[in-house]
């Protein structure tokens, strides 16, 4: 199963996904204090999926992602305890020319979707529906990088990955590269974000 051997290939207490240089995107803790865990009650796994070392190799092949592929940079599977819905967020890290990040996103999207019902669909029949409940409740989420890509690229790239089912879309920076509030959800407002990118430009 392809997710269980990336598990196995890729598992590790990262809490970002890197890019070029220094560029990065993080989780911050949500705790500070001493003698508690800063990521109490929640499931933070980050990929890389672009890495050209042999281990990167590894990651992508669990993944059934050849070279030929389109993909995207990292996936971070983000979780509460107290939550039955599960985050899987796609990463992508782009300069000033994001017009190829929206095709990367939604192809790797649609690439794991299919593994995850081929694999649902491989267990026993008394299996799948509990399985096939599951996937149902993942949100799909979309982190693009930049540097200083205008407004309106911004709105054309986040209006065609949420017509392909991406439920909430950050584009940060380097100066702006925490994701949790877009994997928690907290502080996002959907009726903000379409308020603020309402007729194309940002406010």
């Known amino acids: 199963m392809s997710f269980s051997r990336l598990l196995l290939v890729a598992a590790s207490s990262k809490k970002s996904i890197a890019g070029e240089g220094n ?3 993080l ?6 204090l001493p003698g508690r865990d800063a990521y ?27 070279e030929e592929n389109q993909k995207c940079d990292g996936l971070i599977f983000y979780a509460q305890d107290e939550k039955t819905e599960r985050v899987i967020c796609l990463v992508e890290m782009k300069g000033t ?8 996103l939604i192809a790797t999207k ?21 399985c096939r409940k599951q996937i149902a409740r993942i949100i799909w989420k979309a982190c693009l990088y930049h540097h200083g890509s205008s407004d309106k690229d911004l709105v054309d790239a986040q209006r065609k990955l949420k017509d ?8 940060p920076t380097a100066a702006s590269n925490d994701l949790r509030s877009l994997l928690s959800g907290k502080g996002r407002d ?7 990118y309402k007729g194309g430009k940002r406010r």
């Not at 020319?97 to 990367?104: C, D, L």
């Not at 959907?190 to 603020?196: S, Y």
């Open 23 to 25: 560029d990065k995107v």
């Open 27 to 32: 989780v911050s803790p949500k705790i500070s």
């Open 40 to 66: 109490e009650g929640e499931v933070i796994l980050c990929f890389q999926l672009d890495e050209r070392t042999d281990r990167g190799k590894q990651i992508r092949r669990s993944l059934g992602i050849t």
């Open 97 to 104: 020319n994001i017009s190829e990040a929206p095709g990367q």
């Open 110 to 130: 649609d690439h794991l979707e299919k593994l995850l019902h081929d694999e649902c669909n491989s267990l026993p029949e008394e299996c799948r529906s509990d």
């Open 164 to 171: 392909q089912g991406f439920s909430d879309v950050a584009t």
């Open 190 to 196: 959907p009726r903000d974000m379409a308020r603020k």
